[in-house]
């Protein structure tokens, strides 16, 4: 991994890598063993930036949520946390849903126990809550920075106006700001380029783009009259077939991939990571082969021609 220049996380001291392992599958469609046997890979290939929400995977049938952090915090008190950077989320929680000072403060309590840490070093507010004033959020996570729960806090999920009014609130009442954006970014998803991303620039706001490969859809495994992918994530990825950009990313992406003699997923991230603002990308792996095509994201550049191929076919 070609990650020893690691990145400024905005305006923090944080210096994280290209790739951001997210931690969505740990304990879900990767069991413990898996997730450690991927952990340990990543760790190894020069990896130090995990991702993971206490919400993941409440979603399972069986699963109450924590499942991700309770991984993480057994593989961290094996192997040690090293100089791992360890993120995690609270707002989706079946028992700790929603921002109130509250709940931010409890939920945080029960990251910490299953992550086994004295603190993480980025909280993020996962989804927007309406029914809590902004200004009620912002301090309990500013609160929770000077108690040493948390290093730093992000947003992940708001909309402009309410990344705004976050940062207004701080700065009215000289709280700690957010220091990075966590959202929605990909070859075939680029909305934030019109309002989101101008404003994290003008904020200095780190850029951490989720589903880099379209929920699996840039890996390529998706195609006109190819059989069924096995994955939980596949209705959602073949829908993007339906926009005729989806097929002008794909011949693109192969393109640059069979000159380059990489994969499809690499090429995808590794024209995400270069895009304006972006610090590092977030994309997860059921597998040891599903993490090294990620992996070589970091020792990919890509050059002007290639970027503008795929910049022109995702237009």
């Keep these: 991994m070609n990650d020893s220049a690691r990145r400024r996380l905005g305006t923090s001291d944080l210096r994280v890598g290209s790739l951001n392992l997210g931690g969505n599958v740990f304990g879900w469609t990767a069991d413990e063993a898996t997730s450690f046997a991927v952990l340990d890979a990543y760790r190894a290939a020069g990896g130090n930036f995990l991702d993971t929400a206490d919400s993941y995977s409440a979603w399972v049938d069986g699963h109450g949520g924590g499942e991700s952090e309770g991984v993480i915090g057994r593989w961290l008190a094996s192997r040690g946390r090293a100089d791992t950077v360890i993120a995690t989320k609270v707002g989706g929680h079946p028992e700790f849903t929603g921002l109130s000072a509250a709940n931010v403060r409890a939920a945080s309590a029960a990251s910490l126990e299953r992550l086994g840490v004295e603190a ?51 700065d009215r009442h000289g709280w700690h700001r957010p220091v990075c954006l966590q959202l929605q970014y990909n070859l075939v998803e680029r909305g934030i380029e019109r309002d989101l991303a101008p404003l994290a620039r003008e904020e200095g706001l780190a850029l951490l783009p989720y589903f880099g490969l379209a929920r699996g859809f840039l890996t390529g495994k998706y195609r006109r009259g190819a059989a069924d992918v096995d994955s939980p994530r596949a209705a959602g990825a073949r829908v993007y077939l339906d926009d005729p950009r989806g097929e002008r990313v794909l011949a693109a992406l192969d393109r640059v991939a069979a000159e380059r003699s990489v994969r499809p997923a690499t090429v995808a991230l590794a024209w995400l990571a270069e895009r304006p603002g972006v610090t590092s990308v977030l994309s997860s792996a059921r597998d040891l082969e599903q993490l090294e095509a990620l992996v070589a994201m970091t020792d990919l550049r890509l050059g002007p021609e290639e970027t503008a191929l795929l910049n022109a076919a995702s237009a």
């Design 120 to 170: 993480v070093d980025l909280y993020y507010a996962h989804f927007e809550d309406p029914h809590t004033p902004v200004e009620e959020s912002a301090e309990a996570f500013s609160s929770l920075v000077d108690e040493g729960r948390i290093r730093y806090a992000g947003l992940s999920n708001h909309s402009p106006e309410r990344v705004r009014a976050w940062l207004d609130a701080c």
